[in-house]
């Protein structure tokens, strides 16, 4: 009973944080016009370069049709480009300059939240969580 209880209270936790995170962030990257959602494209995108629309929704384990909204939206706003793949079906994202142009900026924006989130944490315990979080699967 107890640890049922302590599990609850830790998920609990973790989904608070994680909503008190992403609103943080969202406020700091509306100077860009941007969500934490579209941030996460942008970020993968930057750090792995082109990809289909699933290797995104696979890597950011999110619902395909969530992602696919997103990428419309993105490219609306001429964060992304989508271009044919080897299939027809397929699609390759990659970013546009724009979004090249003006992703340190961006970055920027989103290091500042997280400095403010993890200046109580010392590198040891940045280690543990990271090693933590990443046990949950």
């Not at 696979?58 to 419309?72: D, G, H, I, M, S």
């Amino acid at each position: 009973m107890i640890v049922s209880l302590l599990n609850q209270d830790l998920m609990h936790t973790m989904q608070q944080k994680s909503r008190h995170i992403s609103k943080k962030v969202n406020e700091a990257l509306r100077k860009h016009e941007l969500y934490m959602s579209q941030w996460s494209i942008l970020y993968c995108l930057h750090k792995f370069g082109a990809m289909t629309q699933k290797e995104i929704w696979l890597y950011l384990n999110v619902e395909a049709p969530t992602v696919t909204r997103t990428l419309e939206r993105m490219e609306k706003s001429e964060w992304i480009m989508r271009e044919e793949g080897t299939d027809k079906r397929e699609r390759i994202i990659k970013l546009t300059e724009k979004a090249k142009n003006e992703f340190s900026g961006i970055k920027q924006s989103v290091e500042s939240v997280e400095r403010e989130f993890l200046s109580r944490v010392t590198e040891e315990e940045k280690t543990q969580l990271y090693q933590l979080l990443h046990k949950l699967g």
